[in-house]
């Protein structure tokens, strides 16, 4: 585990540079599901900067123990528990229906506080994902004025799993052209600063594409259990 950190932002670096960007411009969101405690403050202790978690019980349990960091949802997140982690994430990135864009809307505005949130995207129209299917994006994007306590920062997918991460490309060309189409033509709550696209197989071609947050797990943390 030593240099893995080091290691993941070489070739975030690399990636950045290939494709014309500045490193700077790409977090790296290390994903520490299944991780315990203790090694995810190794990695803090090394210079992690932000962790993803997806179930809101585990975060929860872990979160007292964590040395400082940030902290991003990044998994399927069921109304009912958006009360719990509301306050305690820097941004929810699997934001995919209505009922969830309403209910973050009243557990944010009894807090008075603006949460920053992603819009997952469907983009390999998988029967097994969630997210919106693209085409139900625009609609979905006006219903957010209705939302003063929410502000949409960008797009987050999941590509289709793909032996190549090359074939992973032409979908995180796509997430790109939707951020593109939207940016500018709505509400100025709604940004497309974000593209969180790419995981440990194909960060580098999310890169090539755009992304702005890789989140990667076991490329950073080894095999999960
Ligand atoms: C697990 C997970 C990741 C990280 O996947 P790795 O293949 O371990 O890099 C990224 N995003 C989401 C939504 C995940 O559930």
């Known amino acids: 585990m030593d240099d893995k950190l080091l290691e993941i932002q070489g070739r975030i670096q690399k990636a950045a540079e290939a494709a014309g960007r500045a490193p700077e411009d790409i977090q790296l969101i290390g994903v520490s599901k299944t991780v315990d405690a203790e090694r995810i403050n190794a990695m803090i ?5 932000r962790i993803g978690e997806n179930r ?3 975060l929860l349990s872990k979160l007292p123990e964590l040395h400082p960091v940030e902290v991003h949802l990044i998994g399927q997140l069921q109304s009912n528990k958006v009360h719990q982690i509301v306050d305690k994430v820097a941004l929810i990135h699997s934001l995919d229906r209505l009922s969830l ?22 983009i390999g129209r998988e029967q097994t994902k969630g997210g919106l299917m693209e085409e139900d994006l625009p609609a979905f994007l006006d219903r957010v004025v209705d939302c003063p306590n929410l502000e949409v920062r960008g797009l987050m997918c999941i590509a289709p799993p793909v032996a190549d991460p090359e074939a992973a490309r032409p979908y995180f ?14 509400d100025s709550r709604i940004q497309m600063a974000h593209l969180s696209m790419g995981m440990s197989h194909d960060f580098e071609a999310a890169i090539r594409e755009g992304a702005t947050m890789v989140r990667v797990g076991r490329a950073l943390f080894g095999a999960r259990a």
């Open 173 to 186: 060309t796509r997430m790109r052209e939707l951020a593109e189409g939207i940016r500018g033509q709505h």
């Open 101 to 122: 864009m309403e209910e973050i809307q009243r557990q944010a505005a009894k807090r008075d506080i603006v949460m920053p949130v992603l819009i997952e995207i469907n």
């Open 45 to 49: 202790d090394r210079g992690l900067a």
């Open 56 to 58: 809101v019980q585990e």
